[in-house]
């Protein structure tokens, strides 16, 4: 495939010698994990433990940059201005970016570590734009890989890391010690309560458009998220899903029968039965 580039990006910069002490103890990507030549994906959490920004995270020597779309880089930039306080960082922004998706190795070219995941080769080069402007392809090789983004599968503020998968794709440690939600996406971890989860939508016939909900005789189960022709991603209850699909009941999109897989590199598997406790 072409160079793709992508619209509506931008960049944070924080520069300085204590640049990741400063980002390892507020987002949830382990920075210490971040190899030269990676792109992470990353999120910074409400205390609540929802997602509140999410970007790509890249490293340059002492320098670490957040990717993130201009709808929400100025508000980023904002709320790491106020953790600061008198840290030795600087904090810089470019808005727009020059951002564009890559299928080979190019200088500033970073490997997306969640196509990696996916055994895929994807990169994000910086500074340079693609030879096409259409994201068709690059949309289309991200929905057959299970790969979900704000804005087209779910909404700042209202999702979980689990729930868009950042538990399996390496945007979300574990092990680092706290930062921002850390608690409660925690919490969910050790007891396995997270039951929304990205799935690949597939259908006989086109899909209907972003936000269609996804029901099981007449009860919801989730909601349609990105779309193209036929195929797409929605965030629904796996284990209302499993137990559709254990008993041979049609699962809509509004009156459109679709197929749920979920993504093979997450190592989830559709429950057999419904959790009626955390409904």
Known sequence: MQPVTLPDRAMITVSGQDAQEFLQALITTDLDLLEDGEAKPGALLTPQGKILFDFIVTRDGTTINLETGVDQAEALLKRLTMYKLRAPISLSLTNPAAVSIRFDEAPRAYRDARFAKAG????????????????????????????????????????????????????????????????????????????????????????????????????????????????????????????????????????????????????????????????
């Open 120 to 279: 895929q080769a994807v990169y994000r080069a910086y500074g340079t734009k693609g030879e096409t402007t259409t994201t068709d392809d690059y949309n289309r090789l991200r929905i057959s890989n299970g790969i979900a983004v704000s804005g087209a599968d779910y909404a700042l503020q209202d999702a979980f890391p689990h729930d868009v998968l950042m538990d399996k794709n390496g945007a979300l440690s574990f092990k680092k010690g706290c930062y921002v939600g850390q608690e409660v996406v925690s919490r969910m971890q050790h007891r396995g309560t997270a039951r929304r989860r990205v799935v690949i939508v597939a259908a006989q016939t086109a899909l209907p458009e972003t936000g269609t909900p996804l029901t099981v005789k007449g009860r919801l189960i989730g909601t349609l998220g990105s779309v193209i022709g036929a195929s797409g991603l929605a965030i629904v209850r796996i284990d209302k899903a499993g137990e559709a699909i254990a008993a041979g009941e049609p699962i809509l999109a509004g009156d459109i029968a679709v197929t749920l897989t979920l993504p093979a590199w997450s190592g989830i598997e559709f429950p057999a039965e419904a959790d009626e406790a955390s409904a």
